[in-house]
C-alpha cells in the first residue's frame, strides 16, 4: 500500500521538476533576446550622438556664416609709420592731432587711424601690412609677403636713412624699416652697394637681401702669407716694404718731410713669380704692424665685367666703398687687382665694343678719391703692363712700379728650401749617405739648381718650381706604396726630384711647341 502512494508523489516531483528546468531555459532565452535589445539599442544611441554632433556642427557652421554674412568687409593698408601720444596745446591743437595713432596708406591715400588696444605698437613696423575693420581701425597685422622692388644702395644718410637707385640711376631716398634683419658680428645693417626690398609708395626699405653679385666680384679675407713665405724676391719685398710699410709706420715723419703714401703699386713680370703672393704678404704685414687687423679685397676681373652697359662700373664704385669702409674702422684695406690689363687696358684698343673708354676714367676717379683716405692702397699685378692705359700707371695713381723678374740660382735655391722644407720625409739612406736631413736636403736643392741653371733660366719661375717639388713628393708616395709601405722605401730621392724636373720641362716645351705652331 505504501509503494503504491509512494510512485504518484514521485511522478508529481518529477513532472514539477521539469517544469521548473523549462521555465529557467524560458527565463534565459527571454534574457539572450534582452541583451540583444539592449546592445541594438546602445549601437542606435551611438548613431544618434554622432548624428547629433553633425548636427550641431553643422549649426554652429551655419550660424558662423550667417555672421560672417553680416560682417562688413576688412580692407589692407601698409604702414608708414606710428605716432606716439604726445602733450596737446590748449586752444590750438585738437586732441586728434595729438593722440596715439598710425599713419598708413590706403588705397593710395594717406590715412591717419585708430589702433585696436590689442595691437602693441612694437608691431607696427614701417612697410607692414594690416587690416582695417569699416571704422578704419586696424585690428590685425599680417606677416610680411617677402617681395617688392630690388634697389641697390648708393650711399647711407648719417641719420640712417638711404639713397638708392632705382629703375636705372633714378635715386631716391627712403627709410630702412626696423623691421629689416639686424646686422650680426658689429655689421652694420645695410651699406653701400647691398641690395634691399623697398616700397616706394611709403618710402621704406624692408628687408635687405643679401645678393652674391657683390660677393662674386669681391672677395674679402684677411691673408695668412707672410714674407718669409716668399722666396728669391728679396730685393722687391725691400722695395714694396719701403713704400707701403714706412709711410703707415713713420706716418708723423712723412708728414714732417711733405711726403705722402703712395696710392698705388703695379707689379708686373712673367707670370708665376710670386705677384699675388706679394700682394697679400703686405696685407698681413700692414695688419701685424697695425695691430688692428686687415682686410685684402681681391677683386675678380671676370666677374666684375658686366654686358650691361654702367653695371661695370657701378661694381667699381661698390669696391672702393667697401674699402672706405673699413679704413674708416681704422684697418689697413690693400685693394688688389689681378691680371688688371684685362679690365684696365689702353682705351681706344676694343675690337668690339671700347667698355674701358668707361670703366678706365671711373677707377681713375676712385683712385683719386682715395687720396684723402688712410690705410687704403691699390695693389694692380699684370704681366702685360704695356696693355694697361698710361693714365692709370702715371705718378699720383700707381705711383711704384715693381718688377718681378724670374728667380735667380740663387733666388731658386730659397723658393726650393720652403717647398722642400724640414718636415718633408727625405729617403732614409740618402739622409745617412749625407749625414744628416739638413746636409741631404741641401744635395737635393744644390742637384735641382745645377739642372735648372743656366740652361733652363728662361722657363724657371716661383710657380714652376713648387710644381716640381710637388711632382717628385708625389713619385715619392707611388713608390711608396708599391713597396709595401717599407719605412726605407719612404721619402723623396734624388731620382724623384730628377723625374719631375724632366716632366715638368717636357710639358713646358710642348706648350711653347703649341703656341708657336699656332702662331
Given at each position: 500500500?505504501?509503494?503504491?502512494?509512494?510512485?504518484p508523489?514521485?511522478?508529481?516531483?518529477?513532472?514539477?521538476?521539469?517544469?521548473?528546468?523549462?521555465?529557467v531555459?524560458?527565463?534565459?532565452a527571454?534574457?539572450?533576446?534582452?541583451?540583444?535589445?539592449?546592445?541594438?539599442?546602445?549601437?542606435?544611441n551611438?548613431?544618434?550622438?554622432?548624428?547629433?554632433?553633425?548636427?550641431?556642427?553643422?549649426?554652429?557652421?551655419?550660424?558662423?556664416?550667417?555672421?560672417?554674412?553680416?560682417?562688413?568687409?576688412?580692407?589692407f593698408?601698409?604702414?608708414?609709420?606710428?605716432?606716439?601720444?604726445?602733450?596737446?596745446?590748449?586752444?590750438?591743437e585738437?586732441?586728434?592731432?595729438?593722440?596715439?595713432?598710425?599713419?598708413?596708406?590706403?588705397?593710395?591715400?594717406?590715412?591717419?587711424?585708430?589702433?585696436?588696444?590689442?595691437?602693441?605698437?612694437?608691431?607696427?613696423?614701417?612697410?607692414?601690412?594690416?587690416?582695417?575693420?569699416?571704422?578704419?581701425?586696424?585690428?590685425?597685422?599680417?606677416?610680411?609677403?617677402g617681395t617688392?622692388?630690388?634697389a641697390?644702395?648708393?650711399?647711407?644718410?648719417?641719420?640712417g636713412?638711404?639713397?638708392?637707385?632705382?629703375?636705372?640711376?633714378?635715386?631716391?631716398?627712403v627709410?630702412?624699416?626696423p623691421?629689416?634683419?639686424?646686422?650680426?658680428?658689429?655689421?652694420?645693417?645695410?651699406?653701400?652697394?647691398?641690395?634691399?626690398?623697398?616700397?616706394?609708395?611709403?618710402?621704406?626699405?624692408?628687408?635687405?637681401?643679401?645678393?652674391?653679385?657683390?660677393?662674386?666680384?669681391?672677395?674679402?679675407?684677411?691673408?695668412?702669407?707672410?714674407?718669409?713665405?716668399?722666396?728669391?724676391?728679396?730685393?722687391?719685398?725691400?722695395?714694396?716694404?719701403?713704400?707701403?710699410?714706412l709711410?703707415?709706420?713713420?706716418?708723423?715723419?712723412?708728414?714732417?718731410?711733405?711726403?705722402r703714401?703712395?696710392k698705388?703699386?703695379?707689379?708686373?713680370?712673367p707670370?708665376?713669380?710670386g705677384?699675388?703672393?706679394?700682394?697679400?704678404?703686405?696685407?698681413t704685414?700692414?695688419?701685424?704692424?697695425?695691430?688692428?687687423?686687415?682686410?685684402?679685397?681681391?677683386?675678380?676681373?671676370?666677374?666684375?665685367?658686366?654686358?650691361?652697359?654702367?653695371?661695370?662700373?657701378?661694381?667699381?664704385?661698390?669696391?672702393?666703398?667697401?674699402?672706405?669702409?673699413?679704413?674708416?674702422?681704422?684697418?689697413?684695406?690693400?685693394?688688389?687687382?689681378d691680371?688688371?690689363?684685362?679690365?684696365?687696358r689702353?682705351?681706344?684698343?676694343?675690337?668690339?665694343?671700347?667698355?674701358?673708354?668707361?670703366?678706365?676714367?671711373?677707377?681713375l676717379?676712385?683712385?683719386?678719391?682715395?687720396?684723402?683716405?688712410?690705410?687704403?692702397?691699390?695693389?694692380?699685378?699684370?704681366?702685360?703692363?704695356?696693355m694697361i692705359?698710361?693714365?692709370?700707371?702715371?705718378?699720383g695713381?700707381?705711383?711704384?712700379?715693381?718688377?718681378?723678374?724670374?728667380?735667380?740660382?740663387?733666388g731658386?735655391r730659397?723658393?726650393?728650401?720652403?717647398?722642400?722644407?724640414?718636415?718633408?720625409?727625405?729617403?732614409?739612406a740618402?739622409v745617412?749617405?749625407?749625414?744628416?736631413?739638413?746636409?741631404?736636403?741641401?744635395?737635393?736643392i744644390?742637384?735641382?739648381?745645377?739642372?735648372?741653371?743656366?740652361?733652363?733660366?728662361?722657363?724657371?719661375?716661383?710657380?714652376?718650381?713648387?710644381?716640381?717639388?710637388?711632382?717628385?713628393?708625389?713619385?715619392?708616395?707611388?713608390?711608396y706604396?708599391?713597396?709595401?709601405?717599407?719605412?726605407?722605401?719612404?721619402?723623396?730621392?734624388?731620382?724623384?726630384?730628377?723625374?719631375?724636373?724632366?716632366?715638368?720641362?717636357a710639358?713646358?716645351?710642348?706648350?711653347?711647341a703649341?703656341?708657336?705652331?699656332?702662331a
Open positions: 500500500m505504501s509503494e503504491t502512494n509512494t510512485q508523489d514521485a511522478q508529481a516531483l518529477q513532472s514539477r521538476l521539469e517544469q521548473a528546468h523549462r521555465q531555459d524560458n527565463l534565459r527571454r534574457q539572450r533576446d534582452l541583451e540583444q535589445q539592449l546592445q541594438a539599442a546602445g549601437r542606435n551611438d548613431r544618434m550622438k554622432g548624428l547629433l554632433e553633425a548636427t550641431r556642427g553643422q549649426i554652429d557652421q551655419l550660424k558662423q556664416a550667417l555672421e560672417a554674412d553680416g560682417q562688413p568687409p576688412f580692407t593698408a601698409t604702414i608708414i609709420g606710428y605716432r606716439e601720444p604726445r602733450e596737446r596745446t590748449e586752444g590750438r585738437i586732441a586728434a592731432a595729438t593722440a596715439a595713432g598710425c599713419d598708413v596708406l590706403h588705397s593710395g591715400r594717406k590715412l591717419r587711424v585708430s589702433v585696436s588696444p590689442l595691437i602693441a605698437p612694437e608691431q607696427l613696423v614701417p612697410g607692414s601690412e594690416v587690416l582695417l575693420n569699416e571704422n578704419y581701425t586696424i585690428i590685425a597685422v599680417l606677416q610680411p609677403e617688392g622692388e630690388i641697390r644702395v648708393k650711399e647711407v644718410l648719417p641719420d636713412r638711404l639713397v638708392i637707385l632705382v629703375r636705372g640711376e633714378e635715386e631716391r631716398v627709410r630702412l624699416s623691421g629689416a634683419e639686424a646686422p650680426q658680428d658689429g655689421e652694420p645693417a645695410v651699406r653701400s652697394g647691398d641690395a634691399v626690398v623697398v616700397d616706394l609708395r611709403t618710402g621704406t626699405a624692408t628687408e635687405v637681401v643679401p645678393l652674391s653679385e657683390v660677393e662674386d666680384v669681391v672677395l674679402e679675407e684677411t691673408p695668412d702669407i707672410s714674407y718669409q713665405q716668399i722666396g728669391g724676391l728679396a730685393e722687391q719685398i725691400e722695395q714694396i716694404r719701403d713704400a707701403v710699410e709711410p703707415f709706420l713713420h706716418a708723423e715723419l712723412y708728414r714732417e718731410h711733405g711726403l703714401a703712395p698705388g703699386i703695379l707689379l708686373y713680370g707670370p708665376g713669380c705677384k699675388t703672393m706679394i700682394a697679400k704678404a703686405v696685407a704685414s700692414l695688419a701685424e704692424d697695425s695691430g688692428n687687423g686687415a682686410f685684402f679685397l681681391n677683386i675678380k676681373g671676370p666677374e666684375l665685367l658686366n654686358k650691361y652697359v654702367g653695371e661695370t662700373e657701378r661694381h667699381i664704385r661698390v669696391i672702393f666703398a667697401r674699402a672706405r669702409e673699413r679704413a674708416s674702422e681704422g684697418s689697413p684695406v690693400v685693394v688688389f687687382f691680371e688688371m690689363e684685362a679690365l684696365f689702353t682705351r681706344g684698343t676694343g675690337v668690339s665694343s671700347d667698355v674701358e673708354t668707361t670703366i678706365v676714367p671711373q677707377l676717379a676712385e683712385i683719386d678719391g682715395v687720396e684723402s683716405l688712410d690705410n687704403v692702397i691699390v695693389i694692380g699685378a699684370s704681366n702685360r703692363e704695356d692705359d698710361p693714365a692709370i700707371l702715371r705718378p695713381r700707381l705711383d711704384v712700379k715693381i718688377r718681378v723678374q724670374r728667380p735667380s740660382a740663387e731658386a730659397e723658393i726650393l728650401a720652403i717647398h722642400l722644407g724640414d718636415a718633408v720625409p727625405l729617403r732614409p740618402l745617412t749617405q749625407h749625414g744628416g736631413h739638413a746636409q741631404a736636403r741641401s744635395a737635393l744644390s742637384s735641382v739648381v745645377q739642372r735648372l741653371y743656366p740652361e733652363q733660366a728662361g722657363f724657371m719661375s716661383g710657380a714652376v718650381l713648387s710644381n716640381i717639388v710637388d711632382r717628385a713628393k708625389k713619385l715619392a708616395i707611388k713608390e706604396l708599391a713597396g709595401a709601405e717599407q719605412e726605407e722605401m719612404k721619402g723623396i730621392t734624388e731620382g724623384h726630384l730628377i723625374e719631375a724636373i724632366e716632366q715638368e720641362l710639358e713646358q716645351r710642348a706648350m711653347i703649341r703656341i708657336g705652331g699656332q
